[in-house]
C-alpha cells in the first residue's frame, strides 16, 4: 500500500466547514476577547463560542469512536486543530480539556466510570469543561520525584467510602470552571498512600470548595483561563480512583502524549499566519525603495526558509498524531519531536518573520506580535520542553535496545 498525503473528499470537506467556523466566529470573537483586560471576563468570553461548537458537534468529533465520539484518526484532529488555531488557539484549548482529563479514563477506566465522565462531553448543547488538574504553583516538572523531594504536594486521603482531597493546583485550563464553582469534571494528579494517583472530582463536588487565588493574565493565548486555585476538602467517592493507587505518573504522562503531539500543530498554526502577514507585507510593501522588499534576496530568503520549515512542521505534526491516535509504537517518541522541534520551530519562524516586517510588527495593532505571544507558549505548556520532553527524549534514548529507526517504521 503507497503512503498518501493527498487529503480525502471528507478530509477536505471538515477542513472547510472548520475553516469557515473559524473564520466567522472565532476570528470576530478574538477581536472582542484582545480588547478585554480583565482575564476572567476575557475567558468568559469564549463559552458562547463553546456552545455554538458543541451544537455542531465539534466537541463529539474529538471523543474518540469506542466511548461515543466521533473522532477516528489523527491527520483529521492535526486538520481540526491546524484550521482553528489559525484563528483562535485560545479556543481550542479552552474546548478541549477532556482530551487530556478523560485520557486515563479512555486508557484505564472501568465501564462505571467511562459511562459517568465521558457523558457529559457527549451531550449536544451546553459548554460543558474538563480539567487536568497536573499544574502546582511550586513545580510540576518533578512531580513524581518521592522524598526527600516534595513531587506533587496535593493530598486524597482515605476517609470511609470517600477521599478528602487538599492541595493547590495551576496552570489547567477551566480549573475554576466557568462561574468558579469547578469544571464538569476535574482529573486531579495528587499523592494517595499508594503514591502518585488520579482521581476525578466531579462539579458537584468541587463546588464550594474551589478557592480561585488568582486568575492568571497571559501575554498570549489571552482567552484561555487559567488560574491558581486551593481544593479544600473535596470529598470524592473512592470509586473515582483511575487505575490502581500509584500508577499516577505514568498516566499522567501519557496523558499529555496527544496533546504533546498536538502542540507541533499548534506551532504551525501560529507560523502559518505569521507568514502570511509577512508575505503580503513583502510583496506590497517598498518601504521608500524602488521594488517590493520580496525583491531583496535577504528577505526572500527568510521567508523561503521559514516556509519550509513549517511545511516540515505540519507534517510531523499529522505522523504523530495519526501514530499516536493509531496506538502506533512510535507515537510516543513522534510525539516528542512533535512537541519540542515544533514548538521551537514556531517560535523561531515567527521571530524570524519580525525581522521581514521589521518596525512596522512591534505594533500591537499590527497581526504579527500576537502570534509571537502565542507561540511563546507552545515550549514551556503540556509539560515544558526543557523541564519535561527532554527528560522523557533522554530516557527513551538512553534505554538499552533503542531503535532509531522505529519512529520511521524502517526497522
Ligand atoms: C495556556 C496554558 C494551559 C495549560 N494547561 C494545563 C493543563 O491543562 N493542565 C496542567 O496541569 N497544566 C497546564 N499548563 C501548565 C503546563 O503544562 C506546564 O508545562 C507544566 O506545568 C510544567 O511546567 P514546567 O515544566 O515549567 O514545570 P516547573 O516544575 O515549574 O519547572 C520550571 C522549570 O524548571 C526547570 N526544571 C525543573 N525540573 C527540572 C529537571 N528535573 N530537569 C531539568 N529542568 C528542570 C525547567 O527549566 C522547567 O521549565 C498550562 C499552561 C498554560 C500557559
Avoid at 252 to 281: C, K, P, Q
Avoid at 340 to 351: C, I, K, P
Wanted: proline share 6%; with cysteine; aromatic share 6%.
Amino acid at each position: 500500500m503507497s503512503v498518501s498525503f493527498a487529503l480525502s473528499p471528507e478530509q477536505q470537506q471538515l477542513k472547510s466547514d472548520v475553516r469557515a467556523f473559524a473564520r466567522g466566529v472565532l476570528a470576530p470573537l478574538m477581536e472582542q476577547v484582545r480588547a478585554e483586560r480583565d482575564p476572567q471576563i476575557r475567558a468568559g468570553l469564549m463559552r458562547p463560542a463553546v456552545e455554538a461548537a458543541v451544537e455542531a458537534g465539534m466537541l463529539r468529533a474529538l471523543i474518540p469512536a469506542p466511548f461515543g465520539g466521533a473522532a477516528t484518526n489523527g491527520v483529521d484532529a492535526a486538520l481540526f486543530i491546524e484550521e482553528i488555531a489559525v484563528e483562535s488557539p485560545d479556543f481550542f484549548i479552552t474546548m478541549a480539556g477532556p482530551l487530556i482529563a478523560l485520557a486515563p479514563v479512555y486508557e484505564v477506566g472501568t465501564p462505571e466510570q467511562i459511562e459517568r465522565f465521558v457523558s457529559p462531553f457527549l451531550a449536544s448543547e451546553g459548554a460543558p469543561v474538563a480539567a487536568m488538574a497536573f499544574s502546582e504553583p511550586d513545580g510540576s516538572a518533578n512531580f513524581g520525584a518521592e522524598a526527600p523531594a516534595d513531587g506533587v504536594l496535593t493530598t486524597a486521603v482515605p476517609d470511609g467510602d470517600e477521599w478528602v482531597v487538599n492541595g493547590r493546583k495551576a496552570w489547567s485550563s477551566l480549573l475554576p470552571g466557568w462561574d468558579g464553582d469547578g469544571p464538569d469534571i476535574m482529573t486531579i494528579v495528587c499523592r494517595t498512600p499508594g503514591g502518585v494517583s488520579l482521581v476525578v472530582a466531579e462539579r458537584e463536588q468541587l463546588a464550594g470548595r474551589i478557592e480561585v487565588e488568582e486568575y492568571y493574565d497571559l501575554p498570549g493565548l489571552t482567552g484561555c483561563m487559567t488560574a491558581r486555585v486551593r481544593l479544600h476538602d473535596v470529598r470524592v467517592p473512592k470509586s473515582h480512583l483511575i487505575g490502581e493507587e500509584g500508577d499516577g505518573v505514568r498516566l499522567t504522562l501519557n496523558a499529555f502524549m496527544a496533546s504533546g503531539a498536538s502542540i507541533g500543530t499548534f506551532a504551525t498554526a501560529a507560523a502559518r499566519r505569521a507568514w502570511e502577514v509577512a508575505y503580503e507585507f513583502a510583496t506590497t510593501q517598498k518601504r521608500g525603495g524602488a521594488v517590493p522588499i520580496i525583491e531583496y534576496q535577504s528577505v526572500s530568503d527568510v521567508l523561503a526558509d521559514t516556509k519550509g520549515r513549517i511545511e516540515a512542521m505540519r507534517l510531523l505534526g499529522w505522523r504523530s498524531l495519526d501514530a499516536v491516535i493509531a496506538q502506533d509504537p512510535a507515537g510516543g517518541e513522534l510525539a516528542l519531536h512533535s512537541k519540542v522541534f515544533g514548538s521551537e520551530s514556531g517560535l523561531a519562524v515567527v521571530n524570524d518573520l519580525i525581522k521581514v516586517v521589521g518596525v512596522t510588527a512591534y505594533d500591537s495593532n499590527f497581526p504579527l506580535v500576537r502570534h509571537l505571544n502565542d507561540a511563546l507558549a507552545y515550549p514551556i505548556i503540556e509539560g515544558s520542553n526543557t523541564g519535561v520532553r527532554r527528560r522523557q527524549l533522554q530516557a527513551m534514548l538512553a534505554a538499552e535496545g533503542f531503535d532509531p529507526l522505529a519512529a520511521s517504521g524502517l526497522s
